[in-house]
C-alpha cells in the first residue's frame, strides 16, 4: 500500500536552537527548574533538518534571537496558505517579541504579512487540510482569530474546541496526514467538536492518551513519509499498517518545553 502514497515536496522555515531553554511556565509541561541540554537540543534540531532534507524537502532558516528561548518553535509565528501570510500575537507576554522577527524575515522574502489583532499563535492553532483551517481554541488561539482568519484567506475555517491543558495547541492533538485523512486524539476536543472531526473525517486515524502524551500528534507528514517522535511506537506501527512510512526523530529535549517536530516546523505554502 505505500506504493500509493505520494509524497509531495514541502518548504519549511526553522528557526536553530542556539538560546533554547525553560525560564518560565505557560504550559503543563513546563517547569523553569528544568535543566536543558542545549547541545543535545541542537543535536537533535540538526538530525529533524536532516530527515527533512534526506526526503526532498527544502529548509529556510531564521536566525534565533538571544532572550527568546521559544523562538525555535517556528510553527507558532504564522500560518501561511497561497503565498498569504498570516501572523501571529502570542497569549505570553514572554513570546510576544518573537513576531516581529518572524514578520520581518517573511517581509524580506517578499511576503505581505497581516497582523491579526485577536491572539492566535500560528499554525500551533491553525492546521491547513487542503481545503480549509482546522482552527482550534480553549486556551491559546480565540475564536475571533478564527473569524479574522477566514476573512484573511476566503477559506472556511472550523472551530474545535480543545479541553485539555496538556493538548493546549490543536497541533499536540491532530495532525494531516496527508488531503485526505488526519490523525487526532478524541479525548482532547469537546464532545462537540470530536463529532465535527467525525463527519469530516470517517477514516481517521485515531490516537490514544499515550499515543498523545509521547508527543505522536505534534507530527509532520509530506503525504506518505510522516516524521514522528519514536516514543509513540503504537501510533507510528497503525500508519505503517496503513501504507505510511514513519520517519522517527527524537525531539525529547523539546517536551520538555511542550514542543515537538510540529512545533519546530513552519510550511510555506
Not at 111 to 120: A, L, N, W
Not at 194 to 223: I, K, Q
Request: with cysteine; charged share 25%.
Amino acid at each position: 500500500m505505500s506504493e500509493s502514497r505520494v509524497p509531495r515536496l514541502r518548504r519549511f522555515l526553522v528557526c536553530e536552537p542556539r538560546h533554547f531553554a525553560v525560564q518560565y511556565a505557560i504550559n503543563p509541561w513546563m517547569n523553569p527548574d528544568t535543566r536543558v541540554d542545549v547541545d543535545l537540543a541542537q543535536e537533535q534540531w540538526t538530525a529533524l533538518i536532516s530527515a527533512y532534507r534526506s526526503h526532498g524537502h527544502s529548509i529556510d532558516r531564521l536566525e534565533p534571537v538571544p532572550g527568546l528561548p521559544d523562538m525555535v518553535f517556528a510553527a507558532n509565528s504564522a500560518v501561511v496558505v497561497g503565498g498569504r501570510v498570516f501572523g501571529s500575537l502570542f497569549h505570553a507576554p514572554e513570546r510576544r517579541p518573537e513576531s516581529s522577527h518572524y514578520d520581518l524575515w517573511f517581509k524580506t522574502a517578499g511576503y505581505d504579512v497581516y497582523r491579526p489583532g485577536s491572539v492566535v499563535e500560528g499554525e500551533g492553532d491553525l492546521v491547513w487540510t487542503g481545503r480549509y483551517l482546522l482552527a482550534g481554541t480553549g486556551f491559546r488561539t480565540t475564536r475571533e482569530a478564527h473569524r479574522e482568519a477566514q476573512e484573511f484567506f476566503g477559506h472556511p475555517v472550523i472551530s474545535l474546541t480543545l479541553v485539555d491543558p496538556y493538548f493546549y495547541h490543536l497541533d499536540t492533538a491532530l495532525f494531516v496526514l496527508d488531503d485526505e485523512n488526519i490523525v487526532y486524539y478524541p479525548e482532547a476536543f469537546s464532545p462537540g467538536s470530536c463529532e465535527v472531526l467525525r463527519r469530516l473525517f470517517p477514516r481517521a486515524v485515531l490516537a490514544t492518551r499515550d499515543d498523545a502524551l509521547a508527543w505522536g500528534l505534534n507530527s509532520v507528514s509530506d503525504g506518505r513519509h510522516v516524521f514522528i517522535a519514536p516514543q509513540a511506537e503504537a501510533l507510528a506501527a497503525r500508519l505503517a499498517d496503513q501504507g505510511y512510512e514513519p520517519v522517527p526523530v527524537d525531539l525529547s529535549e523539546f517536551h520538555k518545553a511542550g514542543g515537538g517536530i510540529k512545533c519546530c516546523t513552519q510550511e510555506i505554502r
